[in-house]
């Protein structure tokens, strides 16, 4: 059988042969068909697929709160120009487009930016700032007609970014500022809007071009090339390669018009590097680099940017100035020599400096403790998934002004306190939460000394244990009982030795190692008195002082033990915060929030987060309450603040110092801010530092630095003023020595009179203030 | 996406048949004021008081906190442009001694202006029943200034509106806790409260 096969073969090789090969090549060609036809189909669904859904993932970005400005803000010149310009507008002699600003002396004129908020939008508009020394005393717009306030546009405080870290804000071509369309053409791809995909009359320019230099220096390829290699292709140059991407230019064109091409283009390119985060779309890259929106960009500044088309690591205008510059007056060059621009305006724009922003507009993330606590809202209401890629903008309460004051006052407080106690030069670490009073909105936070660290947020995750500080919710339980307790009752403050429950004696003594006898309630609070306080807690029942713990805000588990009432229980620095707004805000309980809306990326409102209000306690007791936190900052271990303060303030607040004094805590509030600041050592280990030393000192500082006001001290319904006898409880007149007006919840006053000790003098003064006493 | 803080607001459906409350309130509001002549009288009598208020040097005794005074009974805010402000403490005591300490008569807030324009568009979206609105540019005003009753007013009639009762009765009691025994916001606020007790139960 072999062999007569053989001898077939052997019989008409020529024939055979050639059959077969044909059929071969036949089933060779029939096969590369149906694979290049596969392949481009593959190729055509991919480039679909990719182009008419959503292109990117597109960051969440954060928003700050908007600056409202109104006669008899306390906001400094200074303070202002220190805000627009992180806005990114640009001082000039003559305002004519939004987004700039002039000084005049002690006035500045706003041409603002047109901004959708949640309520509607409001239109750019020409407006008057004038100021005095307690801030703006007018705002009026061009005709001189006051208005009653104007908001300027939020500052982006930060991101969500993708997991490969890509920023961008895609923009549309219609609001592309003018010559950006025409350089880009003039410069990637002359012949755009003639070719499908290819240019063979490119790549003929360019192979010239190789040839000539006797390297490769030119590409040849068009924008759409370009958007395909960036968009679906590495980066590799092979030949294989570069017949995909052919394929791929032509598809694209076959399916989609010039126009979405381009945008695409233009919001796909990469434009520069910050940290991890790639700078990607000229939207952004005019945000990081100019910190103004691309529709305001003046031709100088459109050719720097498409001038860093070509290689924005190689034309890096912030590492390589001159060859960006060179580069960038090249592209004018060619927008002159294409006619696009005339010769006067070609030379103006060669005249300008680089003009990018001193910082870069855009940081990854240079607030990451606040943006962390924004992050953590945001998850309870949407995935991660989400976050990183449905390009939300956030709106947020964050007050950068605020967080400015704050992180300055850390910045030198903590050295300042290390040095000063002989404390190793950075073992001390800190956390601040700052919120605006009665509207629970976290303004600043700081996680860390480190200002932009975004490491361990201490402000949130620190739990450590609250001392002192958790003594108000003690005496806030007991006020809570008129019957029994008022301001003026009096306390023992001797030893206290009572069972802890473990078998052990649990013996807290005061801070002094003194016993103080018999002390009104208010003073022991004022003088944080253990002793006192520890009694108090255990007549009033641990369970009832941790119900009010509850009912201050605190939703984690609590140890009923008596040693809660002395703050044995661990906290964050915003859990406290929680408590001290409930006190601040008269009994009212409100969830501290740093959100208030979120938009979708095409600025749909999406969810806002209302403020909102629950009573708790009553404003009466609470005002007796804050009665005794003013006491702790005139007489007791707070009065150190007015150091630093202004005496005519009028502040409530306590200190807290931990065991072994591992912690050092301050809490307290004026009328506009409530600040909690700790103090420790991310070790846990023993400071020389009390509450009053550290923390106290910190917090006054940033209270400064805010420029804190009185708190509203009013008189509530059900609340008497009585004039009172502190060593006995009982009443006494005004005059009598050592008398006191203390309020008490009606019905709750003591009815008896002391007898006067030494009587003071009456003058005059008192007469009248006797007539017109309230 | 369910609302967060909403397990505190129980909803209650038929917020119409509380419509002739609210047109009422607001008619209050923008109708029953006193006269502005009368008013300006009303708070030059009241500054002429507030020196006999100021602090007075004594010799020795205990700290004294005193509390504030309703300085304006009438319940709106006062005629724009007039002086409101105590005179201020010149002398400032030491700290830690004993000494008199009065507290500052409360100042009227430097945002009651634009607080005040903000209140007006918010009540030109709730009269157009765009409640949302309202409650954004309500929200505005209170971060102005979060001791304006009428800004409580204003959100507790906008949730009563859409229904909210209990976070109406929370916004009217935190209004409430703002507003000067006799005043117009007061008794307005009052009335919402009353309006609210018998559906409750």
Known sequence: MAKKKQRRRSRKPTRKTSGFTRRLVKVILGLSVVAGIVLVAALDVTVRAKFSGAKWSLPSHVYSRALELYEGLALSQAQLLWEIEQLGYRRVATLNSPGQYRVNGGQVEILSRTFRFWDGEQPSQRIRLLFDRNGISRVENSQGRTLPLLRLEPLLIGGIYPEHQEDREPVRLEALPPYLVESLIA??????????????????????????????????????????????????????????????????????????????????????????????????ASRHYFRQPIGELDLHQVALLTAMAKGASYYDPRRHPQRTLQRRNLVIDLLESQQLVDGVTAKQARAQPLDISPHPGTRTNPFPAFLDLVKRELREDYNEADLRSEGLRIFTSFDPQAQKKLQDAVDRGIPALEQQKSIHKGDLQMAAVVVRVGTGQVVAVAGSRQSGFPGFNRALDAYRQVGSTIKPAVFLTALQQPGNYNLATLIDDGPVNVAAGDGTRWQPRNFDRRDHGTVPLYAALGQSYNQATARLGMAVGIPQVAKTIRGLGHQRPLPEVPALSLGAVTMSPFEVATLYHTIASDGFYSHLAGIESVYTANDTPLKRYPYEVEARFSPATIHLLQYALQVVMREGTGRAAYNVLSASTVLAGKTGTSNDQRDSWFAGFGGNYLAVVWIGRDDNGEMPLTGSSGALRLWSQIMANLGVTSLAYAQPEGVVYRWTDPATGLLTEELCENARYLPFISGSAPEHYAPCGQRKEKGVADWLKDIFRW | MAERYFPLVSLVSGAGCYQPLIIKLERDLTDHRLPCFLRSLLVLSLLALLPACAPMPQSGGAPVYRPQPPLIPEGSHPPVGEEQRAPREDRKPPVGSPEVIAPSVQAISPAQRAVASLLDEAWGHYRHNELDRAIAVAERAQRLDARSPEVYLLLAS???????????EQFAHRGMNFSPAGSVVRRQLQQLLDQLVPVRR
Do not use: P
């Open chain 1, 187 to 284: 410069v990637e791809d002359r012949e755009f809007y003639q070719h499908r995909g290819i240019s063979l009359r490119g790549i003929g320019r360019a192979m010239l071009g190789n040839i000539r230099s006797g390297q490769i220096t030119q590409g040849g390829s068009t924008i759409t090339q370009q958007l395909v290699k960036n968009f679906f292709l590495s980066d590799e140059r092979t030949l294989l390669r570069k017949g995909i991407e052919a394929i791929m230019a032509i598809l694209l064109e076959v399916h989609y018009g010039k126009a979405e091409i381009l945008e695409a283009y233009i919001n796909e390119i990469y434009l520069g590097q910050s940290g991890k985060r790639g700078i990607h779309g000229f939207g952004m």
């Open chain 2, 158 to 168: 906008s949730y009563l509106a859409q229904g909210k009762q209990s976070l109406a």
